[in-house]
Structure formats: structure tokens, C-alpha cells
């Protein structure tokens, strides 16, 4: 069984024929380099990277983040491309609670619509629900980006609610959240239904 701090010190790989997600290194940045720097990417996002410097405050940051134990920062590597693709995290985690929030995702636009963050999503579910066991996992998203909000919605979580003024993005723009979730007891279920291929 999990504890928070094993969880935090672990190198924790999750794979499927599609993808691997592994933990996010400082000397990943030389592969990051390369793909992070389309503005596309970052149009309704929280950050907006576009020098190097940018992109080694995003790494810095997560890794901190690691530190403190409250997120765990993966590396998204496409094995369909054989290359990196982006990356994604385990956010806001609370064990006393047995809930966290996947997020933070971003992917080059050539590795969209693939089907890529489907496998990434699956991934990251399963080991939530049926290794951390937690009960819920939170998904949230610009109310101004409705892609993202229909990916969500696409394996099954269900909307919540509106956060008004939730956030201040690095281009100081006030946004606000939409929040969504997925719980431990419609896991089978969406396992089954729309994640049945990596079954």
C-alpha cells in the first residue's frame, strides 16, 4: 500500500502499447526543447512558454512541486512516433482524502487527435483508482476551452461546476475554472465502456 511518502519518492512508470509516462527529470528538458515552443500549445493555458527559460521555470516549478508532495510531474513518450510527445501530472494530491486532480497535460500538436491522451488518460485512472485507490479524480479547464472540456467529457467524467475567477494566467488574463470528476465507483463502469481497448 501507497503512503504519501513512498508514493513521492517512487519511480512510478506507466505504460501500455500507446504510450509511457514516466517521471519528469531536470535533464528532460533536452527532449521538451524541442516540441514546447508551438503557440498553439499554450493559447488557453495556465503558462506560456516560449524561450527556454520559460520552459525551465515550468520543469523547476513541477519538480518542486514533486518535492513538496503535492504533484507527481510525468514525461509523455508516444512509442507509436518513438519520441516525446509532452507532458502531464498528478496534481493537488491528498491521501488523507484518497483524491487528486490529472492535469497540467499539454502535447504537441503533432501527436493530437492520435489518441495519445486517451492511452495517457487510461493510464493515469487506472493507477488512481486501483493502485492508489483514491476515491476521486479531478480533471479542470479554462471555461474558454471547449476541447479540452469535451475530452473530458469524452471518457466520462462529469462536469461539476464553475469556478468564477479562479485563476490569473502568466499573461494575467482572469479566468474562470470548469471542473469535472471522475469517482471511484463509475470506474468499472468507464473502464469497460470507453476504455475498452487497453483492456
Known sequence: MFTEINF????????????RL???KAADIIE?????YEPSIWQLGMNNI????DLEEYIDIALKEKQSKTSYPFLIFDKQSNS????T????????????????????????????NKACKFLLLQYAFETLEFNRVELKT??????SQKAMLKIGAKEEGIFRKHQITSERRIRDSI??????????GIKKSIFKEFI
Open 89 to 116: 501530472r498528478y496534481g493537488n494530491i491528498s491521501f488523507p482524502f484518497k483524491r487528486l486532480e490529472i492535469g497540467w497535460t499539454w502535447i504537441h500538436p503533432k501527436h493530437q487527435g492520435t489518441g495519445l
Open 8 to 19: 513521492f519518492n517512487e519511480e512510478i512508470i506507466l505504460e501500455n502499447e500507446r504510450v
Open 50 to 53: 516560449k524561450e527556454r527559460k
Open 32 to 36: 521538451l526543447d524541442k516540441i514546447a
Open 22 to 24: 514516466a517521471p519528469l
Open 84 to 87: 516525446v510527445a509532452g507532458s
Open 179 to 188: 471542473f469535472f470528476s471522475i469517482i471511484n465507483d463509475e470506474w468499472r
Open 142 to 147: 479554462d471555461i474558454l476551452n471547449q476541447q
